[in-house]
């Protein structure tokens, strides 16, 4: 496995590629050099998963869906050349299979992990199968319920490696509807590593989502937003996933580097500079007992600290002090 790093990140390819084989193998280079560590498709058997006559999304508009599908489908010397692309280039090759069949093609391709779609959650004999291969599986949670995800989860973990996703299936996604406490909420229910399908149009989800702790991160990729398809327009663009991974990373960074609170050594210098001494506001007598009319509050920090001003008040001097003068111990009886 490609990962250095305790955060995946995935691009999600999908069906972004339009059916063109020579789309999809580019995308795959253009994720690999904007910084992915995997690259996930969609499998689609449409005689598989579809009856000629189920709804159409919304979305579908200009073509029939299994239309669609079968004009945007692979073969399986196509597939397994795009797995071997994404070996070439040094990224894992994911999958969403959505029927059984499309299982045991991807099993001939040699796919690396199973991305579960949110639509499949409850489709048990799906997640029965692919259980059976003993590969890591991201599952992912938009449309379900609690009660769906703990069965497909109690299915699932009989199998090999589970992350469970948080994501919203709205596209896209707005900021309310993102529902990041549902990643503490995952961790806390299902004791397993918890990732995030981000579905939003920018980069705050991810980054949240990372910081909460994901360990996975899934954001859609594509050439271009003015593509064709249903995704393209809800995806990023090779240059703002680039900068979406560096963000991610620098926060793993800053998760694996905690700063102690309690060490100031490395600010010694600093609060000599910009910290306030006690010093005097006019000249004062010895023998006179030091009041706040006596004290000001000044720039350089090495002499007694103003956190002390309470231990000075009510000293008497022991010698003459001139005006702006940091006041010492030994001025003090």
Known sequence: MKIDRNICIVAEIGSVHDGSFGNACNLIEAAARAGA????FQTHLPESETLPDAPTPSYFKNEPRMEYFKR???SLSQWKDLARQAKDCDVEFVSSPFSIEAVELLEEVGVSTYKIASGEVTNLPLLERITKTKKPVFLSSGMSSWSELDTAVDTLKKGGPLTVMQCSSTYPCPPEEVGL???LEMQERYKVPIGFSDHTLGFAAAIGAATLGATVIEKHFTFSRLMYGSDAKHSMEPDEFNILVSAIHEVELMQKKPVDKSDISKYRTMKLIFEKSIVTTCPVSKGTVLKNEHL??????DGISAAQYQNILGKRTSRDL???YK???EDLL
């Open 37 to 40: 560590d995997m690259v996930k």
């Open 72 to 74: 945007t489908g692979f």
């Open 181 to 183: 406490n549902v990643i």
């Open 296 to 301: 000001a509050y000044k720039k350089p920090g």
């Open 322 to 324: 001139p005006k702006d």
């Open 327 to 329: 006041i010492k111990k």
